[in-house]
């Protein structure tokens, strides 16, 4: 029971890295017109994935310095991730083979 809460939490951290990573690549291309910014259906995607990413980058945003027009939230919150994941797997190997 443990272990499928584990593969549950590791599973929806795993999607929210691909969402991080899917908002970053898209506000590039959107950034540098490679996409169309007034077709609706970037617009749309592009806000749907600001609005999933923005909870997560605000707390990060607070405490980091200004850089300019560079934006580092996504990826303390990329390590924070993965940092959530590698603990997540040591406490199911410290729980030993009951769990796994």
Same mark, same amino acid.
Not at 36 to 65: D, Q, W
Not at 73 to 82: C, E, G, Q, W
Not at 88 to 99: D, N
């Given at each position: 029971? +443990? ?11 795993? /999607?929210?890295?691909? +969402?991080? +990573?899917? %908002? =970053?690549? @898209?506000?590039? @291309?959107?950034?540098?017109? /490679?996409?169309? #910014? ?7 995607? =592009?806000? =749907? ?5 923005? #909870?997560? $980058?605000?707390? +990060? ?13 996504? @990826? ?9 994941? %590698?603990?997540? $797997?040591?406490?199911? @190997?410290?729980?030993?083979?009951? =769990?796994?």
């Amino acid at each position: 029971m +443990i272990f499928a809460l584990f593969q549950i939490v590791d599973m929806l951290l795993q /999607v929210l890295t691909w +969402i991080i +990573i899917g %908002q =970053v690549i @898209l506000s590039w @291309l959107f950034a540098f017109n /490679v996409i169309n #910014p007034h077709s609706g259906f970037v617009r749309t995607l =592009v806000e =749907v994935l600001e609005r999933i990413t923005a #909870p997560f $980058y605000r707390p +990060i945003r607070k405490f980091m310095p200004d850089f300019g027009g560079l934006d580092f939230s996504p @990826l303390v919150l990329l390590l924070a991730i993965y940092i959530v994941r %590698q603990l997540l $797997y040591g406490v199911a @190997l410290e729980l030993g083979p009951t =769990v796994l």
